[in-house]
């Protein structure tokens, strides 16, 4: 097990480097002068040389990249050109939001998912199947904006039983934190719950038509156990890569959600970086999303290895 | 705000300004003469309009405490209409000497005003708390004028991305002002009574601007002909839609300012495609693409490109219309290789003189000896009636050699809780002399 993850770990480095100079490149090879941004419309042609000059802009391209690796390398990431405080602290900042985002996100995909996918399942054909399933394809087809937009709408503006958007850190408590977070984890949660169960429904139709299922419920097991504790457990595995997928994706910032939510995580983070041409604040935000992903990964490459030998084996 | 009088010379060559007594910044520290002189040093140093007036300053002084006198090579009649805006604020010596051309950091973030800094959270909220030190003037508030009272224990500029959410929280009661709001909630804004919507007059006007460095529109006639070509208020009501949000008219400044002008405008929205075709030709029209730089990041610069596109096919020239995002036209812009047509919008609640495209080093490239002669008549004048005159002859200026084509004004949209009182309808918001019912 050990040599295991040892393998996995080195293997992340080129897959590291790859996405650090990918994304160096990309930023390098887009137009837009982020001097002419930050000085604003007005500004002459003469000051926006001297910003270019000073903040190492018109340094050759090579230099540039070896400098930001090295940098990168230490863990440190540069500082934003319009934030005045470093990349790493600013997405130290936007960390908070995002992690809760995602734990309640991916709690309401797997309260909601797991038991609909497994019910649908066991109750193939039926209207309950047919029912689940349509409410799903509906829930992975909903555009997020306009989910988010109309709970906003019902919950916010006509029961005012919550806040139209923001967000309150958890140090004001946990209530009033979960009362800004209750909304977009839903309005993400649901299409992330619909995906999970359709996945969990087939893994399930598979597992329950196969041998030792049948022998299961010929030597008398009741019907619980029978889906639960033999069917469902060696369903687990592809699940478990579904939903180590959802966190990776979500860590790595729901875009939309925070900027419809005015939630500060580090999807809002990254798309303000990107339109104010932030190039440090770019680079870094991405390579840390591709840090999470690779992460995310190998710990659920960990955990399915631990739950099935022949993957540790291999 | 801070002064209890001055005196201007009557050719507008030196004032002499006597500060108010008693006033202390947010630190505790007492003001003094010395303040006002560095503060306005850096403002001559940063800002457009401080460096219009260093420019002509002969010298600045602090002859005692509570004086300060400026000296000008030539008349500054427009010093005190600069003076009274935000930006010429005043820090203490000692923090606008150590910032120079820096921005300034929030430990430096020490004015005078009714509300003190407290607290900026990127993305979150910016915290402003009463000033409880503050001494407001006597005279009766006008405008941004006279007293001024810090009612409100405090004040949250909360930045809301997405401007649906932003009219939904002012109509839920979560916030209590909005700046700005999407048109498309002007009905159900102005029909909810526990809210007023407010529409923000004068604003701001939109304008195609000519590449006058090179290329085709360096001829002034095909320029002239683009204005004929197309009708102003039909591409303003193509870009904006709603009619209590614009207002078609040829001024740099809205008619509620001091500096309203349509001299020389009789031009304005009176499209004749024939006479456009025959300028086309005097001018020597080609067929040549003209490359009009535009955005979908600002849905209106895309509407009033596009409807302008049309128009300008049916006489016969050939429009392409280059997309991008705003960070990249904005960087397209400053190459007068690139484009022969942008559009952007201008203040017109801000003096004439200080229009960005008034620069010759500003996209666009207006060099005009003309120009500089009438700017310097609009900065020079100590009267209304010279300052009037050099109004009227920018105008006329602008429409004879047409830089760019004004379409027409648009007012944005707000909204205020009836809960809140005493708020004023100003271009530039502002929460003083304002309480909470």
Same mark, same amino acid.
């Given at each position: 097990?050990t040599s295991?993850?040892?393998?996995r770990?080195l293997?992340?480095?080129?897959v590291m /480097?790859m996405v650090a100079?990918?994304? @160096?490149?990309?930023?390098?090879?887009t137009p837009?002068?982020?001097?002419g941004?930050i000085?604003?419309?007005?500004a002459?042609e003469e000051?926006r040389e001297?910003l270019?000059?000073s903040?190492g802009?018109?340094d050759?391209l090579?230099?540039?990249?070896?400098r930001?690796?090295?940098?990168?390398?230490?863990g440190?990431l540069?500082? %934003?050109? @319009? /934030?005045?405080?470093?990349?790493t602290s600013?997405?130290?900042?936007?960390?908070?939001?995002?992690?809760?985002?995602?734990f309640?996100a991916?709690?309401?995909?797997?309260?909601?998912?797991?038991?609909?996918?497994?019910?649908?399942a066991?109750?193939r054909g039926?209207?309950t199947?047919?029912?689940t399933m349509?409410?799903?394809?509906v829930?992975?087809?909903m555009?997020t @904006?306009?989910?988010? /937009?109309?709970?906003?709408?019902?919950?916010?503006?006509k029961?005012?039983?919550?806040?139209?958007?923001g967000?309150?850190? !958890?140090?004001?408590g946990?209530w009033e %934190?979960l009362r800004?977070?209750? /909304?977009?984890? !839903?309005?993400?949660?649901?299409?992330?719950a619909?995906l999970?169960?359709?996945?969990t429904?087939?893994?399930m139709?598979e597992v329950?038509?196969?041998?030792?299922?049948?022998t299961?419920?010929?030597k008398?097991?009741?019907? @619980?156990?029978?889906?639960?504790g033999h069917?469902f457990?060696n369903?687990?595995?592809?699940?478990?890569?579904?939903?180590?997928?959802?966190?990776?994706?979500?860590?790595g910032g729901?875009?939309?959600t925070?900027?419809?939510f005015?939630i500060?995580g580090?999807?809002?983070?990254l798309i303000?970086?990107?339109?104010?041409r932030?190039?440090?604040?770019?680079?870094g935000?991405?390579? $840390?999303?591709?840090?999470?992903?690779?992460?995310v990964?190998?710990?659920?490459d960990? $955990?399915?290895?631990?739950?099935?030998?022949?993957?540790?084996?291999? | 705000?801070l002064?209890?009088d001055y005196?201007?010379?009557a050719?507008g060559?030196?004032y002499t300004f006597?500060?108010r007594? +008693?006033?202390?910044?947010?630190?505790?520290?007492?003001?003094?003469?010395?303040?006002?002189v560095?503060s306005?040093?850096?403002?001559?140093?940063i800002?457009?309009r401080g460096k219009?007036?260093?420019?002509r300053l002969d010298a600045?002084?602090?002859p005692?405490?509570?004086?300060?006198t400026?000296?000008?090579?030539g *008349?500054a009649?427009?010093l005190?209409?600069f003076?009274?805006r935000t930006e010429a604020?005043?820090?203490p010596a000692?923090?606008?000497?150590?910032?120079?051309?820096?921005?300034?950091?929030?430990?430096q973030?020490?004015g005078? +005003?009714p509300?003190t800094?407290?607290?900026?959270q990127?993305?979150?909220y910016?915290?402003?708390v009463r000033n409880d *030190?503050?001494?407001?003037?006597?005279?009766?508030p006008?405008?941004m004028?006279?007293?001024?009272?810090?009612?409100l224990?405090?004040?949250e500029f909360?930045p809301?991305p997405d401007?649906?959410?932003?009219?939904?929280g002012?109509i839920?009661?979560e916030?209590?002002?909005?700046?700005?709001?999407?048109?498309?909630?002007?009905?159900?804004l #102005?029909?909810?009574?526990?809210?007023?919507a407010?529409?923000?007059k004068?604003y701001?006007?939109y304008?195609p601007?000519?590449?006058k460095?090179q290329g085709l529109?360096t001829?002034?006639?095909l320029?002239?002909?683009?204005q004929?070509?197309? #009708?102003? #208020?039909?591409a303003?009501?193509?870009?904006?839609g709603?009619?209590?949000?614009?207002?078609?008219?040829?001024?740099?400044c +809205? =008619?509620?300012?001091?500096?309203?002008?349509n001299?020389? *405008? =009789?031009?304005?929205?009176?499209p004749?495609p024939?006479r456009?075709k025959a300028?086309?030709?005097e001018g020597?029209?080609?067929?040549e693409?003209?490359?009009?730089?535009?955005?979908h990041?600002?849905a209106y610069?895309?509407?009033?490109?596009?409807?302008v596109?049309?128009?300008?096919?049916?006489?016969g020239?050939?429009?392409?219309?280059?997309?991008?995002?705003w960070?990249?036209?904005?960087?397209?812009?400053?190459?007068p290789? *690139?484009?022969?047509?942008?559009?952007?919008?201008?203040?017109q609640?801000?003096?004439p003189?200080?229009?960005?495209f008034?620069?010759?080093?500003?996209?666009?490239f207006? =060099?005009?000896?003309?120009?500089?002669?009438?700017v310097?008549q609009?900065?020079s004048?100590?009267?209304d009636?010279?300052l009037k +005159?050099?109004?009227?002859a920018?105008?006329?200026?602008?429409?004879?050699?047409m830089p760019?084509?004004k379409?027409g004004?648009n007012?944005v949209l707000?909204?205020?809780r009836?809960?809140?009182?005493?708020?004023q309808?100003?271009?530039d918001?502002?929460f003083?002399?304002?309480?909470?019912?």
């Amino acid at each position: 097990m050990t040599s295991y993850v040892l393998r996995r770990l080195l293997a992340t480095i080129p897959v590291m /480097l790859m996405v650090a100079t990918g994304v @160096f490149l990309l930023l390098k090879l887009t137009p837009g002068d982020p001097a002419g941004i930050i000085l604003g419309p007005d500004a002459t042609e003469e000051r926006r040389e001297e910003l270019r000059d000073s903040l190492g802009l018109n340094d050759p391209l090579p230099e540039q990249y070896l400098r930001w690796l090295g940098d990168a390398a230490r863990g440190d990431l540069g500082d %934003s050109l @319009f /934030l005045n405080q470093s990349v790493t602290s600013s997405l130290a900042e936007r960390a908070e939001p995002t992690l809760l985002l995602t734990f309640f996100a991916t709690l309401v995909a797997v309260v909601v998912g797991l038991p609909l996918g497994i019910i649908a399942a066991r109750r193939r054909g039926s209207w309950t199947d047919v029912g689940t399933m349509g409410v799903a394809i509906v829930g992975i087809s909903m555009p997020t @904006f306009w989910l988010g /937009l109309n709970l906003i709408l019902i919950f916010a503006v006509k029961l005012k039983w919550l806040p139209v958007a923001g967000y309150a850190p !958890l140090s004001d408590g946990l209530w009033e %934190s979960l009362r800004y977070i209750i /909304l977009p984890a !839903l309005t993400l949660g649901v299409a992330q719950a619909a995906l999970l169960a359709r996945m969990t429904r087939s893994m399930m139709l598979e597992v329950l038509t196969s041998d030792y299922v049948r022998t299961a419920r010929a030597k008398g097991v009741g019907e @619980f156990r029978v889906v639960i504790g033999h069917a469902f457990r060696n369903a687990l595995l592809p699940v478990i890569n579904v939903i180590g997928l959802i966190v990776a994706a979500l860590l790595g910032g729901a875009v939309v959600t925070e900027q419809i939510f005015n939630i500060p995580g580090i999807g809002r983070l990254l798309i303000q970086a990107v339109g104010r041409r932030d190039v440090p604040l770019v680079q870094g935000t991405v390579l $840390v999303i591709a840090a999470i992903y690779v992460l995310v990964n190998l710990v659920v490459d960990i $955990v399915a290895a631990a739950l099935d030998p022949r993957i540790r084996r291999a | 705000m801070l002064i209890e009088d001055y005196e201007a010379a009557a050719d507008g060559l030196s004032y002499t300004f006597k500060l108010r007594s +008693g006033i202390t910044f947010h630190d505790g520290a007492k003001m003094t003469s010395a303040d006002v002189v560095a503060s306005l040093k850096r403002w001559g140093a940063i800002n457009g309009r401080g460096k219009l007036i260093f420019e002509r300053l002969d010298a600045i002084d602090a002859p005692d405490a509570s004086t300060v006198t400026m000296t000008f090579k030539g *008349a500054a009649g427009v010093l005190p209409s600069f003076l009274a805006r935000t930006e010429a604020f005043i820090l203490p010596a000692a923090v606008a000497e150590a910032a120079g051309k820096d921005q300034l950091t929030p430990e430096q973030f020490i004015g005078t +005003g009714p509300f003190t800094f407290e607290e900026h959270q990127v993305d979150r909220y910016l915290r402003m708390v009463r000033n409880d *030190a503050y001494a407001p003037r006597d005279e009766e508030p006008n405008g941004m004028a006279g007293r001024r009272v810090p009612y409100l224990d405090a004040i949250e500029f909360i930045p809301v991305p997405d401007e649906s959410v932003r009219a939904n929280g002012i109509i839920s009661g979560e916030y209590h002002f909005g700046d700005p709001l999407p048109p498309d909630f002007y009905d159900m804004l #102005s029909s909810d009574p526990s809210l007023s919507a407010l529409v923000v007059k004068p604003y701001y006007w939109y304008s195609p601007h000519f590449n006058k460095s090179q290329g085709l529109f360096t001829n002034q006639s095909l320029r002239q002909a683009v204005q004929l070509a197309f #009708s102003q #208020s039909e591409a303003l009501r193509a870009g904006f839609g709603r009619e209590e949000l614009i207002r078609a008219d040829p001024s740099v400044c +809205g =008619e509620e300012t001091a500096w309203y002008s349509n001299a020389g *405008a =009789e031009a304005y929205d009176t499209p004749d495609p024939e006479r456009a075709k025959a300028l086309l030709a005097e001018g020597g029209y080609n067929g040549e693409t003209i490359r009009w730089l535009t955005t979908h990041e600002y849905a209106y610069n895309f509407k009033i490109a596009d409807y302008v596109k049309q128009q300008l096919e049916a006489i016969g020239m050939k429009v392409e219309l280059v997309l991008s995002d705003w960070a990249s036209l904005v960087q397209n812009r400053a190459d007068p290789t *690139a484009y022969e047509i942008f559009l952007t919008g201008h203040s017109q609640y801000s003096h004439p003189a200080t229009q960005p495209f008034n620069d010759p080093a500003w996209p666009g490239f207006w =060099e005009s000896e003309r120009k500089v002669d009438v700017v310097n008549q609009m900065i020079s004048a100590t009267d209304d009636d010279a300052l009037k +005159g050099a109004i009227d002859a920018y105008s006329e200026l602008i429409w004879e050699e047409m830089p760019m084509v004004k379409v027409g004004d648009n007012f944005v949209l707000r909204a205020i809780r009836q809960e809140v009182k005493g708020y004023q309808n100003a271009p530039d918001w502002f929460f003083w002399n304002v309480g909470l019912d």
